[in-house]
């Protein structure tokens, strides 16, 4: 398995611009996640989806967009990038196994816009 | 709201030492609580998962000790070494997505 990958590892854009980042696992797991990672800062949830076709916000979901067409992908759009989008974005998977939910997350991207 | 505190925010000690760090949460209606390890500029390595039904769990030299009632958490690292030098993050699960991090404890061992 290779778990959790994301593409690309590194992206500079600048203001105004819009991307994608690439989320994929193939562990059949039905929750996915997207977190941002600011310096001295925990982890902070943008957007998740409990299983194809179901997406929701977090706490931080402005300027991104998600839509979860098949288990196994889940990609992040940035509409229309903004300096204050300059983070490190991980992604992450989860199941249920005996009341438990375990994450595991990607190598994460890391965000620059100018 | 699940607010997640973790002290102290750095922690820097000698080689050999043993050493506890602590992590506490405001919801205690959680599923399960894992701790993570980050290495800087790296994602994020599952270190231990503690059910809510569980007190403790233990890998080789870490021992994480769950009171959910309380709500707190507590990673115990026996006999540090240098390369035990990370970020450590505690993050309780109220569901699937549900996670809350804490903003992690800074640890630096020295040789």
């Known amino acids: 398995n290779a778990g959790v990958t994301q593409t690309p590892k590194f992206q500079v854009l600048k203001t105004g611009q819009s991307m994608t980042l690439q989320c994929a696992q193939d562990?059949?797991?039905?929750?996915m996640s997207w977190y941002r990672q600011d310096p001295g800062m925990g982890l902070r949830l943008i957007h998740y989806s409990v299983g194809a076709g179901i997406t929701d916000q977090g706490e931080v979901p402005n300027g991104y967009n998600v839509s979860r067409s098949t288990t196994e992908d889940f990609p992040l759009r940035l509409l229309s990038a903004a300096p204050s989008q300059t983070s490190v974005y991980f992604c992450a998977s989860s199941y249920r196994d005996r009341g438990a939910y375990e994450q595991y997350f990607g190598p994460g991207t890391r965000l620059t816009v100018t | 709201k699940q607010e997640v505190t973790q002290i102290p925010a750095a922690l820097s000690v000698p080689e050999g030492e043993n050493l506890v760090l602590n992590c506490s949460f405001t919801?205690?209606?959680?599923?399960?609580l894992q701790w993570f390890r980050q290495d800087p500029g790296k994602g994020l390595t599952s270190l231990l998962l503690?059910?809510?039904?569980?007190r403790e769990q233990t890998s080789g030299r870490l021992n994480a000790s769950l009171d959910k009632s309380s709500g707190r958490s507590t990673l115990y690292i026996a006999a540090s070494q240098p390369g035990d030098s990370a970020t450590y993050l505690c993050a309780p699960s109220t569901g699937g997505f549900k996670t809350i991090f804490g903003a992690g404890t800074r640890l630096f061992v020295k040789a």
């Open positions: 562990m059949n797991h039905e929750y």
């Open positions: 919801d205690s209606a959680i599923y399960n």
């Open positions: 503690i059910q809510s039904s569980q």
